[in-house]
């Protein structure tokens, strides 16, 4: 597979730029407001990546595929001239449909759904039953499918999403009708706050440029705030170019492209496939493990004050501790003596 370049514009942490400082008197009182929750994360401390449901999930996919799948999903791959991750906004025409699409089938299904079942239990299938059919079943579903396939088709145009480019450095995004692009180092990290039809508390990250209004939010919400400061010191790292990508099992193809974290491979010995070969369970106790520590960090804190504080890392939450791991476990079985058998000079 064929490296991807990095432009000079791509962010080096090794290498910082001197950019002034955020100069609060020059804030108004709406900018005051949406910065009034920054993350206390202090750069990338905590490194405990391989969290969540989704580490099992991704191993277990890939390992159904068989080495013909797996070698045309490479090639897949291998078509892409940048590292991106891609937050979908309301300002995309495609994700407003989804979402309508989602909310329509939960209506259908639970509200529709429900009434129907209340209108046989009571009456059997009468008038009341149709016109829960005709008002409250039929149309949520035609408004489903007529936006899935207009998602499919192409119908509607993919666009306004933000755009985090590891390669250039670069957040590209719609700020009033104008597509702009902003350097990376110049956002800062907040934490943004929602309740969802539940009534739970949703915690969201967003990123605000430093010298102007603009900002993006990731779209994908937490419930605990300690999983948006672990989000931000993942995006970090992704965005870093003089580090490797997170090793967990999401880059398992994506590093195969990226120049810094294959001279990486290349001097730890780290297969290419090394998630592929995972056992799913084990990956998921490992997952579990750096949640756990995870949610134990005391934000605000280097990785080493927080040591010397008692806090204990898993040793699974960025990949390479458990390839030593594992390393040492395959050389204590090589050095391992072999015992004597009886009768057996």
Not at 36 to 47: A, F, N, S, Y
Not at 78 to 106: C, G, H, M, R
Not at 157 to 162: A, L
Not at 310 to 329: C, N, Y
Request: hydrophobic share 35%.
């Amino acid at each position: 597979m064929k490296p991807v370049e990095y432009a000079p514009t791509a962010w080096d942490s090794t290498r910082p730029r001197n950019l002034p400082p955020l100069d609060e008197k020059q804030l108004g009182t709406l900018q005051r407001a949406v910065r009034r929750d920054p993350l206390r994360g202090r750069g990338v401390q905590c490194r405990e990546f391989l969290t969540g449901n989704s580490a099992r999930v991704l191993v277990e996919e890939m390992q159904e595929m068989n080495d013909e799948q797996w070698q045309i999903l490479k090639n897949q791959y291998e078509k892409l001239a940048y590292i991106q991750e891609i937050w979908a906004t309301f300002k995309n025409p495609v994700a407003v449909l989804d979402v309508i699409s989602k909310v329509a089938i939960f209506f259908a299904i639970a509200g529709g759904g429900g009434g129907l079942i209340i209108s046989l239990i009571g009456r059997g299938f009468d008038s009341a039953a149709l016109w829960v059919i005709q008002y409250f079943i039929l149309p949520p579903i035609v408004i489903y499918f007529l936006f899935k396939t207009a998602i499919k088709r192409g119908w509607v145009k993919d666009k306004n999403n933000v755009v985090l480019n590891r390669c250039t450095g670069m957040v590209e995004f719609t700020h009033k009708k104008e597509r702009r692009q902003i350097p990376f180092d110049e956002f800062d990290p907040y934490m943004s706050t929602g309740v969802g039809p539940n009534g739970v508390a949703h915690y969201y990250l967003r990123l605000i440029h430093r010298y102007s209004d603009a900002a993006v939010v990731n779209p994908h919400s937490q419930y605990e705030t300690w999983e948006v400061e672990a989000e931000w010191e993942r995006l970090q790292r992704f965005m870093d170019i003089s580090k490797p990508l997170p090793d967990i099992p999401i880059y398992e193809i994506t590093r195969l492209l990226d120049p810094t974290s294959i001279e990486h491979d290349r001097k730890t010995g780290r297969p290419p496939d090394f998630w592929r070969q995972q056992d799913p369970e084990e990956v998921s106790r490992w997952a579990d493990a750096s949640r756990e520590a995870l949610r134990n960090y005391p934000w605000g804190l280097t990785r080493d004050q927080a040591i010397t504080f008692g806090w204990q890392p898993s040793g699974f939450g960025d990949g390479e501790q458990i390839r030593q791991r594992m390393k040492g476990s395959r050389n204590k079985a090589r050095t391992r003596p072999r015992p004597e058998r009886e009768g057996i000079l």
